[in-house]
């Protein structure tokens, strides 16, 4: 009998930019059992005052991988923060340069994996928080 639990994730957003979480970006959660298998849109959220999901489901016995996809482009427009930019470069048709971001990542059972997104209008970097 085996006595591996499912793994757990979770994610905050920080706007770099500014300094402070991002509000109010929407998340959708996805899984795969292997890196063949096709994704399986868990659920959806979005970030609260703090830029944090607090609500993202569990993850299914048997997930090897799983991707993060945060609405970006709503996020901006609200906040005008690439178009305010000086010598920015001219806003796309979306007015956001990265209008969504994609993150994928292996998971492995029993442990839990908090995925921070550290977002400004032109650039993103993520990294394995704690």
């Known amino acids: 009998m085996s006595t591996q639990t499912t793994a757990s994730v979770s994610t905050h957003i920080l706007d770099t930019s500014v ?35 607090r609500d993202l489901p569990a993850l299914p016995e048997g997930t090897t991988h799983v991707r993060l ?20 470069p001219a806003p796309r048709d ?5 209008p969504e971001v994609a993150i994928t990542f292996a998971v492995t059972p029993g442990e839990h994996f908090h995925v921070p997104l550290l977002l400004n209008p032109f650039g993103y970097s993520v990294y394995r928080g704690s």
């Open 69 to 88: 996809d945060f609405e970006t482009e709503a996020y901006f427009h609200s906040q005008k923060r690439a178009e305010a930019q000086q010598d920015a």
């Open 94 to 98: 979306s007015g956001a340069f990265f």
């Open 19 to 53: 300094g402070r979480p991002a509000a109010s970006v929407a998340v959708s959660l996805s899984a795969r059992g292997g890196s063949r298998e096709p994704w399986v849109v868990l659920g959806r959220s979005a970030t609260d005052a703090d830029g944090r999901c």
